[in-house]
């Protein structure tokens, strides 16, 4: 069963950053465009930012310059680095492999306040 574990959120203040990872199995990580997306609290799930096999990305306008995506090829694992984080930022924040119909994982919350 294929399965994206995502870890790293928590509580920062706004300004701050938080760096995400999303772990999948090789397989997975080598042969698909990764994507993170989020949920904001009342709204639907939106697309974030997306790092293809190649190493291009590409984010939504409200991230671009302050969230990098990043990938480690021998642990599996995409890293968003977020930065200069504001209260609109708050959300559970997911991966997945794009064009894969796999289960969702159980996302990571994100919650900038101060």
């Known amino acids: 069963q294929v399965q994206f574990v995502e870890s790293g959120g928590g509580l920062v203040q706004p300004g701050g950053s938080l760096r995400l990872s999303c772990a999948t199995s090789?397989?997975?990580?080598?042969?698909?465009?990764m994507a993170w997306y989020r949920q904001a609290p009342g709204k639907q799930r939106d697309i974030v930012a997306t790092l293809t096999r190649g190493g291009s990305t590409n984010y939504v306008e409200s991230v671009k310059g302050r969230f990098t995506i990043s990938r480690d090829n021998a642990k599996n694992v995409v890293y968003p680095q977020m930065n200069s984080l504001n209260p609109e930022d708050t959300a559970v924040y997911y991966c997945k492999a794009r064009g894969l119909g796999a289960p969702w994982g159980q996302g990571t919350q994100v919650t900038v306040s101060s």
């Open positions: 090789g397989s997975i990580f080598n042969a698909y465009t």
